[in-house]
Each structure stands twice: as C-alpha cells, then as structure tokens.
C-alpha cells in the first residue's frame, strides 16, 4: 500500500486552526478526502492532539497564488 495519494483519495484540503481568541488563525496541514463532510471529519481527528476554539477546512484549490514562481513578480499586479 503506497503512502501517497491517489485520485480515489479524493480532494486536496487545507486545515488551519486557532488555540484561542487571541492566536491567529494558523495552517496546520493539508488532507485528501472525498467530499467537504468527511474533510471536516478527518481534520478533527489528525489535529486533535490539541484543543482547538475553532478549526477550519477549505479546498486546495479555493485559494488563489499571490506570488509568481519568479523572484519579485506578483500576479494579478499592474
């Protein structure tokens, strides 16, 4: 059985999560899961070492690159 992904894993999802009120919110790693439900629940049980006041799920490809590969160039910029 091989440790990478594979296409029936699913999708790529970003978990962040914040200790208290005063914490900014933080990115604590990334998951594969068939659908948003199952995400959530995955994401609760790989961080619940530590005891959360809010975590958070959102698709990989929710998020928008600000930075091109290139050294010194934005997208997006004019």
Not at 8 to 19: P, W
Not at 40 to 64: M, N, Q, T
Request: with cysteine.
């Amino acid at each position: 059985m091989s440790d990478k992904p594979s296409a029936d894993d699913g999708q790529l999802y970003e978990v962040f999560g914040r200790q208290s009120e005063r914490r900014p919110l933080t990115h604590l790693g990334s998951l594969h899961a068939p659908n948003p439900a199952l995400a959530v629940a995955r994401a609760w049980f790989v961080y619940s070492e530590r005891k959360w006041i809010e975590l958070c799920v959102a698709p990989a490809d929710a998020f928008e690159s600000c930075m091109d590969s290139s050294p010194g160039q934005s997208l997006g910029m004019v």
